[in-house]
Every structure is written in C-alpha cells, then in structure tokens.
C-alpha cells in the first residue's frame, strides 16, 4: 500500500477544512490594510478542494515593522511563504535574499518563498495571474489597444505582461511621473513594435481599459477613469478584489460593457501561488 505524501489530507476530508494541526504548513498575505485582500480565503478553499492541508494567514503589518516581521518569518520553519500586495511590493525587495529577474524588471515583488534555511526569495505573479483572468474571460490583447491607468507595483507587472501579447498599442497613465517615464522607456526598449504612450488617450481608441490603481477600494475614492466615455464595446478590466463590484465596475456594466472582476486576476494567480510555495502537490517547504 503506498503511503500518503506527508500533508495531503484523505479522501473522506478532501472538501472539508480540518482543524488546524501541528502539521499544518502556514502561508499568508502581507498588507496595509489587509480587511480587503480575498487570498486567504480563495487559496484555503483551493487547498481543501485538493486535500492540501495548508492554511492561509492573512498578515496586517505596517510599512514601518515590514522589516522585523519578515525577520520573524525566517525562523518560521513550517511556513512555505507568502504574497505581498499594498503598499509593500516594492519596499520588500531590498529585505529579500534573492530576486527573480521579473522583480528586477518590473520593481516589484509580491510572492515570496522560505527556503528551508530562512532565505526569502522574491518573484513576482501579477502579469501572469492577470493575463489567465484575461484568458478565461476570453479577452484577446494581440493587435488591440490597450489603456492601464497606474504603473506602481502590480500596474507594472501588468504592463509587461500585457506588451508579451502583441498589443497595437499601450497607454500609461501614472501620477508619478518618473515611475511612469522608467516603465514607459524600458518597455518600448523591451518591445520596440509595439506603440507606447504616456498618460490616457483618446477614449475612443480605447479597446481593452485596465485600472491598475488603488481608486475603487474605497466608496469615497474617485473613478479612476470614466467607462462613460470608452467605446461601448470596450472591455473594462478592474484588478481591485474587494469590494467584488467597484463603482467603476459597477458604470461600465450599467453601460452593457464587458467588465473583468479582480477576481479573475487573483483566480489566475492561485496554482502559481501553491506551485511556488511548494504546496501544488502537498510537498513540505
């Protein structure tokens, strides 16, 4: 009879979340705030519905104790890792023993693996996650012209991902002006075809118009562009998770335009999150 891998759950507790046990791996998210982050409960159901018995933390941590924190989670032996989201994806950098050439490139880190020695290695999976959302929600970007309004650190991320697919064109619209002539500069070096613009364009030349900022997290936060001047058959694509329908979400609909919930984005990102933290198949970190 072969032996079950060390922490995957039987097939009787497959869809049922036991009791937190002592070998229960840990993971979690960083954040400030974190009420809004949606990963904790997505990956713990993606864990119970694959008999992986791992949990997932949400972690509340100010930008002034980032560092001691991340000191603590090196001694952590039974924690595969962790995500990154605001306002941390680029002050974690520095604090992390090694980096992927994708958070060298974009600046940002938001997917961190403890290596059994307390190392912290950085990658980073907004651009992946955010092009599988596009795919499932069958949203094509080759040829087409796409608008993202914010280049911080997931906006980045999405920016290189979004000229691997063959764009037309890209726009970029940031406030901070030197974030945006760095990004602006390295993709049209990275990808001289494509036509890359800064700041928003002409609306209706608009086909795909992504918000990459935090605009939307909160009710009194202004639109971060208007869905009301775009083509009606623009696609409107949020990242924002929480709330599930943000006021921009909400005009586009009420327009009959097609809309892409931050979901989707997050929902792309769960299998590279496990496979990462080497929970995929129920192996130890």
Same mark, same amino acid.
């Given at each position: 009879?072969? /032996? ?18 002592? %070998? ?144 037309? %064109? ?8 030197? /974030? ?9 070096? %990275? ?95």
């Amino acid at each position: 009879m072969q /032996s079950m891998p060390e922490n995957v759950l039987p097939p009787r507790l497959a869809n049922v979340r036991p009791p937190i046990q002592g %070998a229960t791996i840990l993971a979690g998210t960083i954040a400030d705030p974190v009420a809004h982050v949606r990963a904790p409960e997505s990956m713990g159901t993606w864990f119970t519905e694959r008999g992986i018995d791992a949990v997932w933390l949400p972690f509340h941590v100010r930008p002034e104790g980032l560092a001691v924190f991340l000191e603590g989670l090196r001694a952590l032996n039974n924690l595969a890792g962790f995500t990154v989201t605001m306002p941390h994806k680029q002050a974690i950098i520095p604090l992390l023993d090694e980096v992927s050439p994708r958070v060298g490139r974009c600046g940002a880190a938001n997917l961190i693996r403890r290596e059994g020695d307390g190392r912290l290695v950085g990658d980073i999976a907004d651009g992946t996650g955010f092009i599988a959302g596009l795919r499932a929600s069958k949203v094509p970007l080759a040829g087409r012209t796409v608008a993202l309004a914010g280049a911080g650190g997931a906006g980045m991320a999405i920016a290189w991902a979004i000229a691997e697919q063959n764009p037309a %064109a890209i726009a970029i619209a940031e406030i901070d002006r030197r /974030s945006l002539d760095r990004l602006a500069a390295n993709v049209v070096s %990275a990808f001289p075809r494509i036509e890359v613009s800064r700041g928003w364009p002409d609306p209706h030349s608009i086909d795909v118009a992504v918000n990459a900022t935090p605009c939307g997290l909160r009710a009194a936060d202004p639109l971060p562009f208007d869905p009301g001047d775009l083509r009606r058959d623009a696609t409107v694509v949020e990242i924002i998770m929480k709330p599930s329908v943000t006021p921009l979400m909400a005009k586009a609909a009420r327009l009959g335009m097609k809309v892409v919930p931050g979901q989707r984005m997050l929902d792309g990102q769960l299998g590279i999150y496990a496979e990462y933290l080497g929970l995929g198949g129920g192996r130890r970190p």
